[in-house]
Each structure stands twice: as C-alpha cells, then as structure tokens.
C-alpha cells in the first residue's frame, strides 16, 4: 500500500515550497508528492521565459526536471542520509511546451545509497509529452561511515 502524506504535513511543505523566492520567480507549485514521487506545475504568466513560438524556454523546463526530482527523492529521506547535489541531468525535448500550464511529474527509478535515478516527464495541459529528463542524485556517507 502506497504511503499517502497526511493532508497538514503535505500543507506545510506545500507552503514552504510555493514560498521559495526561485520557485516563485518561476511560477512553480507543488501539486503532489509522496514517497518516490513528485509533481509540479509551472503557471505561464506574462514573467515565465519565453523559447521559440511562444513555448516555455528549455532552460525552464530543465530546472523544473531538477525541481521536481528533489521532490520526489525527498518525499521520503533515509536517516543518515547527506545530500550531495545532483550528479547529473539530461533532457530530451520532444516537442515545444505551449499552454498556461506545464506539469513535470518525477518518479524515483532506482534509490541508491550513493546515487539514484529519477525519470521526469514534462506535460502540457493536452497531457502530451513535451520532455523527458534523466537524472541522477548523489548523497555521501555521513560523518563517522567508513
């Protein structure tokens, strides 16, 4: 059975999150995050950088690849665990991103005591696949491991 996120720690963390001056100047917001998943939408607004014909820049959309797989991978941390940074990110953009709103969903594929890969599909509205993103995370033995 999925582990589902009470409704108030959800509440708290989506604050937090939707209050982060880098997701607002953005217009990111968390939609949805539970243990090996995560979902974000960007608003489009007059603000949000513009590619060719009026899409979303790709610059965007990889910052949201990253955005989104941080909350999946931290939806459920591991006692002892110490965040490295992201090791690597690809994109692979499939089509322009048109629309007020463009949705990355994360899914942790596999997590590592050192790395963990995170798959991220980049949707419009129509829910057609604009992007896929790869990535993989680093952590580093706590102080006191081996």
Excluded: W
């Amino acid at each position: 059975m999925p582990h589902i996120e009470p409704h108030e720690q959800f509440a708290d963390y989506k604050t937090e999150f939707d209050t982060n001056p880098y997701h607002q100047s953005l217009g990111v917001t968390v939609v949805e995050r539970r243990p090996g998943y995560g979902r974000i939408v960007l608003r489009k607004d007059e603000n949000t950088p513009g590619g060719i014909g009026g899409s979303v820049h790709g610059g965007v959309l990889a910052a949201m690849v990253d955005i989104v797989m941080l909350v999946a991978i931290f939806a459920e941390p591991r006692e002892g665990e110490v965040p490295a940074g992201t090791a690597e990110l690809s994109i692979t953009y499939l089509r322009q991103a048109h629309g007020d709103n463009i949705h990355a969903s994360a899914n942790v594929i596999k997590r590592g005591r050192q790395l963990s890969l995170v798959e991220v599909d980049i949707t419009d509205d129509d829910d057609r696949l604009c992007a896929r993103g790869r990535t993989l995370y680093a952590f580093r033995a706590a102080a006191g491991d081996g």
